[in-house]
């Protein structure tokens, strides 16, 4: 509540101030027993991995805070956490007895234990092209709740999806097309007429319940193309101004890994 604002971006100048409140939850993430672990219902467990994912980054960008490499990588923005390294391979916390990495919680716990792609809207890699960052820890009694209203928010936001009905376009973020295949277990199907393939059908099928009756008529229809918008890998910094969006790139049949 005090370093997220109603943008989902960090005041990472604050809370490396007083970073020993981050400090404190993730040493608590640490000395979690596995018997309380156990005791806790499936959507405690995801709710918790999902947090544990967040506060990771979090730390990971606070720690590093500002972000001012001396020798730049050219490919992310100056302030990026890829300016780091490789931060979702090698960051790590220890949690339930065993390490776990930011790549390893995302494709291994939560996909390989939960199978519920919704989780994209959720978890937090410190960039802005990432979904916004809520004020409050996903809980388990809540998790639908709150899942809802993140798909609710990235709906209405044209950095995340931008249905152009005169253009019989849609643009989507890219994060949606490193993970497309994800969704078609839960919102695949059969048809997908002039779409660019199943997977994309999929993802826009994730979005149908929170869009109007004039959306969810054309995307129906099936006669638009799908565009993906390049990944914004700026911090998520409070501080930085906000950059114009990009232009989309072309639908491939490919799902891609997270560069």
């Known amino acids: 509540r005090q370093y997220v604002d109603d943008q989902g971006l960090v005041d990472y100048a604050a809370l490396r101030e007083n970073q020993q409140v981050l400090d404190r939850f993730i040493l608590g993430i640490s000395r979690l027993e596995m018997s309380t672990y156990r005791l806790w219902t499936q959507s405690e467990q995801e709710a918790f991995w999902i947090n544990v994912y967040n506060a990771l980054l979090l730390k990971v960008a606070t720690d590093f805070y500002p972000i001012s490499p001396e020798l730049p990588n050219p490919e992310y923005p100056s302030d990026s956490v890829r300016q780091l390294g490789d931060v979702f391979t090698k ?7 065993g390490t776990v990495t930011p790549e390893k919680i995302e494709k291994n716990v939560l996909r390989d234990n939960f199978k519920d792609p919704r989780v994209h809207v959720a978890l937090v890699c410190a960039a802005k092209g990432c979904p916004p960052l809520r004020k409050e820890p996903y809980r388990g009694e809540q998790l639908n709740q709150q899942l809802n209203e ?13 249905i152009q009905r005169d253009e019989r376009r849609v643009n989507l973020s890219e994060l949606f097309k490193w993970y497309r295949e994800e969704y078609v277990d ?3 199907t ?7 393939n199943k997977n994309d059908a ?37 501080r930085t101004a906000p950059k114009a969006l990009p232009t989309p790139i072309s639908s491939t049949n490919n799902i891609d890994a997270r560069p």
């Open 91 to 97: 960051s790590s916390i220890e949690v339930l007895g």
């Open 150 to 162: 993140q798909l609710k928010r990235i709906s209405e936001d044209p950095k995340y999806i931008l």
């Open 186 to 188: 839960l919102y695949g």
């Open 190 to 196: 059969s048809e997908a007429p002039e779409r660019s």
């Open 202 to 238: 999929a993802v826009l099928n994730y979005f149908m319940s929170v869009l109007s009756n004039e959306d969810q008529a054309f995307l129906t229809e099936g006669k638009y193309g799908v565009l993906y918008m390049p990944y914004d890998w700026s911090l998520n910094d409070q």
